[in-house]
């Protein structure tokens, strides 16, 4: 997936731990680093619908994501610039990490559904396990 | 009368013996259209006089009203169709010449193709016995197992009758397994034949259907055409220009499906090679791809015109969904249809069906809490701050668009994950129900508009 390189890219190009790296990548940072605290990540902001058709189509498959409210998050700033660039310019949430990696906006995570291939990312991540 | 035959109203299992008069009772002569259909009867295996009940009597065929009508009709009838037609070729024909000998039973009677000799029609012999008339049985075999025992016939009126005088009325007992045999007979005789005329009243039901529907499809192409419509419709002012665009270039995406739809008929119906039915195959995708891709351009500009759904039909905008079709429901519609599938395929098919209604689900929710957060603010508004209120919630407004477009992209992912499951033979077939399932919807669009109103 393009997210997927983009991020890559990123993440090597900035320095571990968010010391002395250059304050672009440090929201970005932010993100990859609360990304990879949980098996299923979803950036969202708490008045949007999307983000709650994408909370509600998780809890439906019986997977309990961790959720990070941008709007109430005092980081939610950076974070919501660094989604954004990570997107390529559309809107900022909802977003979806599973272990770790970017699945992207609603559009890929209901495409990825369809096509079957979330369900065994989930497995893989340890969300799901029947 | 009615009541014995029904008593042996065992399955045609003996039905297939043909040459019989069927038991007519006078109520059944107005039951049924004149049916001039003979020429199909005599294909059938079952020979059936019971067509020729109305025209006998309306030919002016002289019933001694004294005898059970029953009896009346069946023994005249055979001597009356000839009489009527006696050009009228008989399937079977029938070995013996004389009825008096041939006649295996008082119920049975034989028709000859010549005139000549008097139909053997066979009145019961037993007048008490066999209240009804006696189907004539026209299996030559019967006529041999049966014996004829032929007591006299109380009928002076009927000719054949007194020819029957001379035979003996020894064996009763065998008359009696016969006479119930023909009986059954006469009730396999006349089921099929009612089934046969239903069957028919049926087909020409069909055909006229099918007849006006055509008509009506040309109509509407016609008027189409002619601009009077757009998106099937007469345009009215309330059409926002993104709105009437969009219209316009889904009549004539509707009418590139027609097109797509006879060639993957044609495809599937002369056995292309896979290469050459894969290219059809992809190009139908292709052509839904390119309704969703015009369907997210039309969002971007009024995406309520999308969500009303004046661009279908009434049936189809009863079923609407997001603006569209829903996945799951097409999903469970064609997994009937799409027989054989492999274990694997069926697998992929109810798991599509399934992540497909959980996708729809979680949308649904997205967008119940859409609207209820819409009338918060609506209705949480004071005066002073309302033109506020009105801001946040044009703002809340504009993620419409966004469900609009997730819906599209989900039926979009599922007709691709779809062919991706299918064969190429396979996915042929089910994009033909497709079309052809939205086509009857369409046209049922069209009946109902059209139908004759008091």
Redesign the interface.
């Known amino acids: 997936m393009p997210y997927q390189s983009e991020s890559q890219s990123y993440y090597s190009s900035s320095s571990r731990g968010g010391g002395g790296g250059n304050v672009s990548s440090e929201p970005m940072e932010t993100v990859i680093k609360l990304a990879s605290g949980s098996a299923v990540v979803v950036f969202s902001v708490s008045?949007?619908?999307?983000?709650?058709?994408?909370k509600?189509?998780f809890s439906?498959?019986g997977v309990s994501p961790t959720v990070y409210e941008i709007d109430q998050d005092p980081k939610g700033k950076e974070i919501e610039k660094a989604l954004t660039r990570l997107l390529g310019g559309t809107?900022a949430v909802p977003v979806v990490f599973i272990g770790g990696k970017l699945i992207g906006a609603?559009?890929r995570v209901?495409?990825s559904?369809?096509?079957?291939t979330?369900v065994p990312l989930l497995k893989e991540a340890g969300a799901l396990w029947l | 009368m009615a009541s014995t035959r029904r008593v042996l109203g065992e399955p045609a299992a003996l039905s297939g013996i043909s040459h019989h008069l069927p038991y007519s009772n006078p109520h059944m002569l107005h039951n049924h259209p004149p049916d001039t259909s003979f020429g199909r009867n005599q294909e059938e295996s079952s020979f059936d006089f019971g067509e020729l009940e109305e025209p006998i009597v309306l030919g002016g065929v002289k019933i001694n009203k004294n005898k059970t009508k029953e009896t009346l009709y069946s023994s005249v009838k055979a001597s009356a169709i000839l009489e009527m037609l006696p050009s009228w070729p008989i399937p079977r024909q029938r070995e013996s010449s004389k009825s008096g000998e041939e006649s295996t039973d008082s119920g049975s009677a034989l028709i000859k193709p010549d005139s000549e000799s008097p139909i053997s029609t066979k009145a019961p012999s037993d007048h008490h016995k066999t209240a009804r008339a006696a189907a004539e049985d026209d299996s030559d075999r019967e006529h041999d197992d049966l014996q004829p025992p032929q007591p006299p016939l109380q009928s002076p009126d009927i000719q054949m009758e007194s020819a029957r005088t001379g035979v003996s009325q020894s064996k009763s007992a065998a008359k009696q397994t016969t006479e119930k045999t023909l009986r059954r007979l006469a009730q396999n005789r006349e089921a099929a034949r009612k089934s046969r005329l239903r069957k028919k009243a049926y087909v020409q039901q069909l055909e006229s259907s099918r007849m006006r529907l055509s008509q009506l499809e040309q109509d509407i192409q016609s008027a189409r055409s002619q601009g009077l419509f757009i998106g099937g419709r007469a345009t009215t002012g309330n059409i926002s220009s993104a709105g009437a665009v969009f219209d316009m270039e889904y009549s004539r995406w509707l009418d590139e499906d027609i097109g797509h739809m006879s060639e993957l008929r044609a495809a599937v119906q002369s056995h292309l090679s896979d290469g050459d039915l894969r290219a059809i195959v992809d190009g139908y995708v292709s052509h839904y791809d390119e309704i969703f891709r015009l369907k997210g351009v039309a969002a971007k500009s009024d995406v309520f015109h999308l969500i009303t759904g004046t661009w279908v039909t009434p049936v189809e905008r009863c079923y609407l969904w997001m603006g569209g079709f829903r996945p799951s429901e097409l999903i469970k519609m064609l997994i009937p249809q799409l027989d054989p599938l492999t274990e694997q395929q069926l697998l992929g098919i109810c798991g599509l069906q399934q992540s497909s209604q959980q996708a729809e689900d979680a949308l649904a929710q997205g967008l119940d809490q859409l609207h209820q957060s819409l009338l918060q603010t609506i209705a949480n508004s004071s005066l002073n701050d309302s033109m506020h209120h009105m801001v946040i919630a044009l703002g809340k407004l504009a993620n419409l668009e966004g469900f609009v477009r997730q819906a599209d992209n989900l039926r979009q992912q599922t007709l691709h994950q779809l062919r991706r499951i299918l064969t190429v033979r396979q996915a042929a077939r089910c994009f033909l129900v497709m079309g052809e399932y939205y086509g009857r919807l369409r046209a049922l669009s069209s009946l109902w508009a059209s139908r004759p109103r008091e």
């Open positions: 008045t949007c619908c999307m983000c709650h058709a994408v509600r189509l439906g498959m809107s609603m559009d209901m495409a559904h369809i096509n079957g979330l």
